[in-house]
């Protein structure tokens, strides 16, 4: 049996070899390809099957999401006396884009930027015996350009979105009431409402610096290396895979799937894709997605709920992954995050997921979406864990009586 040291000194070879030969990996990039083209054939090595699939999006829609509703939202406020019904249009459209293609990663805006090819990376392992069950341990293998306000303010960031959101929502509801009144009520109800409304436009008003400080800082043109988010994960996938190639490793009853995907951080594009595909094939599978597993000062934990609380994973998920850590004697917290990854497009869809993440105190990682996010600043301890767990949470699965296999439940 290899020692915990070739284990790491393996992971962090992979990610010392992309970080060093390709480099930083924006979603649509000639790097992006490259890094997913790397695990195709390192999963070669070791994989039954292996698939390298092109997908398209629209990656350049992700900067617009935050800045073209700031943008409608100070144009609205400065139309909203003179062309009250245009006012209430842009307002309303920045509340869309806000609330379909930041929070919940529709993509209402994004065929109004150009089409780019990414690509989703996927690898099978069959068992040793018939399987009845499905697993899929997943990552994403593409990079996003550094934040400025969050690497100045951490979990800070979202007080500026709040900012920006509720300005959105408040102007909107206004420029409604405005539009309502100016066409039904008499003049007297107009002012009346004018008198109420006034003090909540001043505050509007004072919230435009702080919208134009998010519009200028809130993402960069200077991309990342990514080595914790996500080298981290995709380097424990890379050794699954290799662990997996021995016939003594493999599972009894668990065909098991290792999936990258692409575009992860402009909106789960990639995952959304290999979902819309496979839906069939998966949709009774346990999902394990790695992402950041690897920061400096951060702990385990195991995702309960995403986008500040408002998609639930897989309670069924969450609880065997805490069994696993447990009877391993691993640390692991659990709990939601601010953000999103992909086991929120397997959510959405009913399929059983949650994500393994490493996080501070304060629910973040000092190299999130920063130039520091490098593979100095990676912690081994977390890197074996998570290896320790995935390898665990597999003979979990495989040791599952078939008779207490049951299709996904989130109750």
Same mark, same amino acid.
């Given at each position: ?8 000194? /393996? ?61 409608? @939202? ?30 919940? *990663? ?63 929502? $408040?102007? @909107? ?7 309502l009144f100016s066409f039904t009520g008499p003049p007297s109800l107009l002012a009346g409402y004018q008198t109420i409304a006034f003090p909540f436009l001043v505050l509007l008003v004072a919230t435009v610096p702080i919208q134009l400080y998010v519009f200028l800082r809130v993402i960069s043109k200077e991309p990342v290396l990514?080595?914790?988010?996500? $080298? ?21 009853? @668990? ?33 394990? *997605? ?33 069994? @696993? ?48 996010? /490098? ?5 081994? *301890? ?30």
């Amino acid at each position: 049996m290899e020692s915990r040291a070739e284990i790491i000194q /393996r992971m962090r070879g992979h990610i010392r070899w992309i970080c060093d030969r390709i480099g930083p990996r924006p979603p649509g990039s000639d790097a992006e390809r490259k890094c997913a083209e790397y695990i195709r054939d390192e999963w070669r090595k070791h994989a039954d099957h292996t698939a390298l699939e092109v997908f398209t999006c629209h990656p350049d829609a992700y900067p617009a999401t935050f800045r073209l509703p700031i943008a409608l @939202t100070i144009f609205s406020l400065c139309l909203y006396s003179l062309i009250p019904l245009l006012s209430f249009i842009l307002s309303t459209g920045s509340l869309l884009i806000l609330v379909f293609n930041l929070v919940l *990663n529709r993509e209402l805006i994004d065929r109004a930027f150009p089409e780019k090819q990414s690509c989703n990376v996927q690898a099978k392992f069959a068992p040793r015996e018939t399987s009845d069950r499905t697993l899929i341990i997943s990552c994403h293998h593409d990079a996003n350009f550094a934040f400025p306000i969050v690497n100045r303010f951490g979990a800070g960031f979202g007080l500026f979105m709040a900012v920006v959101v509720l300005s959105s929502g $408040l102007l @909107t509801l206004l420029a409604f009431l405005q539009n309502l009144f100016s066409f039904t009520g008499p003049p007297s109800l107009l002012a009346g409402y004018q008198t109420i409304a006034f003090p909540f436009l001043v505050l509007l008003v004072a919230t435009v610096p702080i919208q134009l400080y998010v519009f200028l800082r809130v993402i960069s043109k200077e991309p990342v290396l990514g080595a914790n988010d996500n $080298l981290s994960g995709v380097a424990n996938c890379l050794e699954l895979a290799a662990q997996l190639s021995r016939p003594e490793n493999r599972p009894e009853r @668990t065909t098991v799937w290792l999936v990258s995907f692409g575009c992860e951080e402009f909106g789960i594009r990639g995952s959304k894709r290999f979902i819309e595909k496979y839906r069939n094939e998966i949709e009774d599978a346990y999902v394990l *997605n790695l992402d950041m597993v690897g920061g400096q000062g951060t702990r385990l934990q195991v995702v309960t709920k995403e986008e500040r609380n408002l998609i639930r994973l897989s309670p069924e998920m969450v609880r065997r992954v805490e069994e @696993t850590a447990r009877e391993q004697g691993i640390p692991l917290e659990k709990g939601p995050i601010i953000a999103f990854t992909d086991a929120m497009a397997f959510a959405r869809k009913g399929i059983r997921a949650t994500t393994l993440m490493s996080l501070d105190e304060k629910g973040m990682v000092d190299t999130y979406h920063s130039v520091e996010d /490098r593979p100095e600043n990676l912690d081994d *301890n977390l890197l074996f864990d998570t290896h320790r767990l995935c390898r665990a949470f597999l003979n979990h699965i495989d040791s599952i009586d078939p008779s207490d296999l049951k299709g996904p439940s989130f109750s």
